[in-house]
């Protein structure tokens, strides 16, 4: 389980060097978390895959190094550098590290009480 705590406060970063690359690993790293929501940087070395998820809430993943394949309810889509997309709510999703990437992912909770 990653840790909870988050980036330091008012201090300047270089987003692609806050996480690294781990062999046979994918590597996670909060930058802020909230009870609204949550950014994380990830980073995947080639090979590895996240399993398929469902999550309930809309999550917006930026591709800040490498090239990522993304499948969304059955649909391929292939990222490289400075692209990003959006995954819905309760959308079937899996990432494929082909190549080595990194990204962040920002996932915002407010809006869906119900």
């Known amino acids: 389980m990653e840790p909870t705590t988050e980036l330091e406060k008012s201090k300047a970063h270089i987003i692609v060097e806050i996480i690294e ?17 949550n950014i994380t940087a990830s980073s995947f070395d080639a090979g590895e895959e996240l399993a398929e998820k469902i999550s309930p809430f809309d999550n917006y993943v930026q591709i800040i190094d490498g090239k990522a394949e993304v499948t969304i309810n059955g649909k391929v889509f292939r990222l490289a550098k400075g692209e990003g997309i959006i995954i819905p709510a309760h959308a079937s999703h899996i990432f494929n590290a082909n190549e080595q990437f990194k990204m962040i992912s ?6 869906y009480e119900d």
């Not at 781990?22 to 909060?30: C, E, F, G």
């Open 106 to 111: 920002t996932v915002i909770k407010s809006g």
């Open 21 to 37: 690359y781990l062999p046979n690993a994918v590597v996670s790293k909060t930058i802020i978390r909230k009870i609204t929501g």
